[in-house]
């Protein structure tokens, strides 16, 4: 059994990582809709036991995972570590004896509890001392009974309301109003476009550097003269090269040297990460790990379709999140940019090439094997060598973050 997962954020009010849902199949091969939940449950214990750990997917943020009450009863939570895992209880499960007991022992061993798409029961509230957190889809849910629930956990302060299935940030704004604590959906890769707002002279220069780069043949004189404008630019590149990476070449003394020794397609991938970097500063860190993610994916994707120029898909894949990094429409962002026509059209118009890669990336970020599943096939890659590539770019984001000293 190959083991696989992907998951999805869960933000607070500020729209910062509060926690991850994790979603596992056995591979992109091998997942069908039909598979039940005790047999997904179970890959997630036995992933996280044996290949990636929970420490590399979640980082320090608690992961939620999804319980029946038949694995509850097996006491599959007792092992997970109640520090790094919400139990979250599927809407399938009834209220009764039973789970009542098994929440009263997993609360006495210290786990966070959730209930899936709760549905409001007057029964419930036996579960109430219980539970910390109510998941409430937000599309399937009226306004009116969400103030039914509200009104029935009022004696119980400590348990917070999960939005589910926000999509845009007119629904976040509205959940917010309506006291939602936790929000779950698109919403986070696709915000609200409130203003348009200018690049600046740093964020400039680096479009130009990228632009430069992606020629043919680039230009190493016009690159130098990029760099010598900018001393901190300079500075940042001089200290990349001294990296542990790079030692035990000659020496670096000029600016053109440092180009020369990092080399065209590392050079592209230092920038576009330094331009994600600088534009996502005020931004979740965790907006800048997906973008990292993607970019390298979109770099092991385009190795196994043999495209011409991985490095251009590395730079397709950062920049995919790059509406949400400056919240502007992705047109607006695009046409500021000098970057070749290829990477607009797959990023505006979401055609070409670079665009399926792009595709099959979110295809994994939603967990939807079999989407991803065609979309493999028809690009004739290899099936079991595309999640060796997710885990390798999930691996090197996190290290990066480490690099740039984001957590």
């Known amino acids: 059994m190959y083991f696989y997962t992907a998951r999805q954020p869960i933000l607070d009010k500020d729209k910062n990582l509060f926690a991850y849902e994790l979603l596992f199949r056995d591979g992109v091969v091998n997942a069908f809709p039909e598979v039940d939940s005790n ?67 997993l609360k006495a061993q210290g786990y966070i509890l959730a209930l899936d798409d709760y549905i409001h029961q007057p029964v419930w509230r036996h579960f109430y001392p219980l539970i910390d957190i ?58 609200e476009m409130m203003q348009s707002r200018a690049l600046s002279p740093t964020q400039m220069t680096l479009a130009e550097l990228l632009y430069e780069t992606a020629k043919t043949e680039i230009d190493l004189a016009s690159i130098t003269a990029v760099f010598e404008r900018d001393v901190n630019l300079s500075y940042k590149l001089l200290r990349y090269t001294n990296s542990a990476v790079f030692r035990g070449r000659s020496e670096i003394a000029t600016i053109k040297q440092a180009v020369i020794v990092l080399g065209q397609a590392e050079l592209k991938r230092f920038l576009s990460v330094l331009f994600a970097a600088h534009s996502a500063s005020t931004k979740p860190p965790e907006l800048m790990r997906l973008a990292m993610t993607r970019a390298r994916f979109a770099e092991g994707i385009a190795k196994l379709a043999d495209f011409s120029d991985v490095s251009k898909a590395f730079l397709t894949g950062m920049m995919s999140l790059i509406d949400a990094i400056l919240d502007e429409p992705m047109s607006s962002v695009m046409n500021k940019l000098p970057l070749s026509k290829d990477i607009k059209d797959a990023l505006i118009d979401d055609v070409g090439p670079l665009a399926q890669y792009i595709q099959l990336i979110k295809f994994y970020e939603q967990a939807a094997w079999d989407y991803a599943n065609m979309r493999i096939q028809l690009m004739g890659l290899d099936s079991r060598a595309v999640p060796d590539a997710y885990h390798t770019a999930v691996h090197w984001a996190n290290e990066q973050m480490k690099a740039l000293d984001v957590q």
Do not use: W
Not at 55 to 80: A, Q, R, V, W
Not at 163 to 189: H, I, P, R, W
């Open 134 to 191: 109510l998941k409430i889809d937000f599309r399937t849910t009226s306004i009116y009974t969400i103030l039914q629930i509200k009104e029935a956990i009022e004696a119980f302060p400590h348990i917070k309301l999960l939005a589910e299935k926000v999509e845009t940030n007119e629904e976040f704004q509205q959940a917010c109003e309506l006291g939602f604590d936790y929000f779950q959906g698109y919403f986070f890769s696709h915000p």
């Open 39 to 105: 047999e997904a449950t179970s890959c997630i214990i036995a992933g996280s036991q044996l290949n990636l750990g929970l420490s590399e997917l979640l980082g320090d943020k608690p992961g939620f995972i999804n319980f029946t009450l038949d694995l509850l009863l097996k006491k599959y939570p007792s092992m997970l570590p109640c520090e790094q895992v919400v139990i979250e209880i599927v809407e399938t499960v009834q209220p009764g004896k039973r789970l009542l007991a098994e929440c009263e022992l």
